[in-house]
């Protein structure tokens, strides 16, 4: 049994990992629809470029793949999108201060006719917002990426990542590729395949905002209070 008088889990998927447990007397605040994110996303969803099917064939991708990014994963999929596709209008890429690649990341963007780094960015929504395909890791981004509505290609950086984000692709929400052996040749697969499917593209938004809504903070208090 768990010590504790609420239980909150938002991770999506969270419910099939808690069906069977119901600690005695907790209060069980479970699934995204609790996703406890900064209300910047809420306001920048009503806006969000994703909503629209932009006729241009030029497209503007943010790739964010965690803070700290140890193994540089970013780096690889930067090139991999310089080097494969044409169709790319414009590339937003975010990392946090504490990543050791910051100086790498830099020299490479700055050869970048088309792209712009943003260290520990306080922007994220308006990014998501103005993008049309999102490449990120999982974690609570992929809960702010849901709630914009962006579509998006989530890799995961961390194991404890894997169960979300298989669950996402499975109910629609979003592509899972796996950082595997091969993961260079899949994600431009995947990629080349997006940009070409709109209503694969409007499916996962409309399933992503259905899920996060931006008001999962309003739910939490309100379960608290009453």
Request: net charge negative; aromatic share 4%; proline share 4%.
């Amino acid at each position: 049994d768990i010590p504790a008088d609420v239980i909150l889990d938002h991770n999506y998927g969270a419910e099939i990992i808690w069906h069977d447990q119901h600690p005695s007397g907790a209060m069980m605040l479970i699934g995204p629809q609790f996703a406890l994110i900064d209300p910047s996303f809420r306001v920048a969803r009503a806006n969000a470029h994703c909503l629209r099917i932009d006729p241009s064939d030029k497209f503007r991708i943010v790739v964010s793949l965690g803070a700290s990014d140890p193994a540089n994963l970013t780096k690889t999929v930067v090139a991999t999108l310089t080097n494969h596709f044409e169709s790319l209008r414009w590339l937003d890429i975010v990392v946090g201060r504490s990543n050791p690649h910051i100086s790498e990341l830099s020299m490479e963007t700055e050869k970048l006719a088309n792209a712009k780094l943003h260290v520990q960015t306080s922007e994220m929504a308006t990014l998501l917002a103005g993008a049309d395909i999102a490449i990120g890791a999982g974690g609570v981004s992929t809960l702010e990426r849901a709630c914009i509505g962006v579509p998006t290609i989530g890799v995961a950086i961390a194991d404890n990542q894997l169960g979300a984000l298989r669950a996402m692709d499975a109910d629609g929400l979003h592509i899972f590729v796996e950082n595997s052996a091969n993961f260079h040749s899949v994600l431009v697969e995947t990629l080349e395949n997006l940009l070409v499917d709109t209503q694969r593209r409007a499916a996962m938004t409309k399933n992503s905002r259905e899920a996060v809504d931006g008001r999962g903070s309003e739910r939490v208090v309100s379960k608290l209070l009453n």
